[in-house]
């Protein structure tokens, strides 16, 4: 998968106040923190993390300037907080990425075909979209692609029903059901009755 690049300078600064004074000026405070390194308070450019959600990135190479040397390191976005009025957002954080450690990482499913059910009248429902796995990050992949052409009214795909590439392992549950294709509704004998008792439309 691609690495996005995002360079981040270290908050001099904690707390309320001058959290808030860098996102007056179009900063998102933001830390670092990892397994084999201490937490680091970061600033990031709002514009810069957001045109690098839109690119689609999952490791991010974030470059920090600590005024005295610069640093590289891998990392993943592991929460972003927004604002849930403005949609700003309100706080990063990036961990640490060993590419020598399995990881876990949340994949989004990508649903193929059109079910059988379908063309039976059946209504496909989603209730995944993403899988939780651990892997290396080297053999993420960056989807899951599921075959739905084959389920009928009442057929339910499940996480245990996907194949995955050798070194990923699911998380999820195995019983879990990621997409199923249910009946379409029909009209009730109690809905009949009540229609029948309606009063009959005035006549012009």
């Given at each position: 998968m691609?690495?996005?690049?995002?360079?981040?300078?270290?908050?001099?600064?904690?707390?309320?106040?001058?959290?808030?004074r860098?996102?007056?000026?179009?900063?998102?405070?933001?830390?670092?923190?990892?397994?084999?390194?201490?937490?680091?308070?970061?600033?990031?450019?709002?514009?810069?993390?957001?045109?690098?959600?839109?690119?689609?990135?999952?490791?991010?190479?974030?470059?920090?300037?600590?005024?005295?040397?610069?640093?590289?390191?891998?990392?993943?976005?592991?929460?972003?907080?927004?604002?849930?009025?403005?949609?700003?957002?309100?706080?990063?954080?990036?961990?640490?990425?060993?590419?020598?450690?399995?990881?876990?990482?949340?994949?989004?499913?990508?649903?193929?075909?059109?079910?059988?059910?379908?063309?039976?009248?059946?209504?496909?429902?989603?209730?995944?979209?993403?899988?939780?796995?651990?892997?290396?990050?080297?053999?993420?992949?960056?989807?899951?692609?599921?075959?739905?052409?084959?389920?009928?009214?009442?057929?339910?795909?499940?996480?245990?029903?996907?194949?995955?590439?050798?070194?990923?392992?699911?998380?999820?549950?195995?019983?879990?059901?990621?997409?199923?294709v249910?009946?379409p509704?029909?009209?009730?004998?109690?809905?009949?009755?009540?229609?029948?008792?309606?009063?009959?439309?005035?006549?012009?």
């Open positions: 691609e690495t996005g690049e995002l360079r981040a300078c270290i908050r001099k600064e904690s707390g309320k106040g001058p959290a808030r860098l996102r007056e000026k179009g900063l998102v405070p933001a830390v670092f923190y990892g397994p084999r390194t201490e937490t680091v308070p970061l600033s990031i450019n709002s514009s810069d993390l957001l045109k690098l959600l839109r690119g689609g990135h999952t490791f991010i190479k974030l470059v920090i300037d600590d005024e005295r040397r610069k640093m590289e390191k891998f990392s993943v976005l592991k929460e972003l907080q927004t604002n849930p009025v403005t949609g700003r957002f309100f706080h990063a954080d990036f961990c640490e990425i060993n590419m020598a450690d399995a990881f876990v990482f949340e994949i989004p499913i990508h649903f193929t075909g059109k079910p059988v059910g379908v063309e039976e009248e059946g209504n496909l429902q989603h209730l995944k979209r993403e899988l939780k796995v651990s892997c290396l990050p080297a053999v993420l992949p960056e989807f899951i692609e599921v075959d739905v052409s084959g389920l009928h009214i009442g057929d339910a795909m499940r996480v245990q029903d996907i194949k995955l590439v050798d070194g990923v392992t699911v998380l999820d549950p195995g019983d879990a059901v990621i997409a199923t249910t009946a509704k029909c009209v009730t004998e109690v809905e009949k009755e009540e229609e029948s008792e309606l009063p009959p439309e005035k006549k012009e």
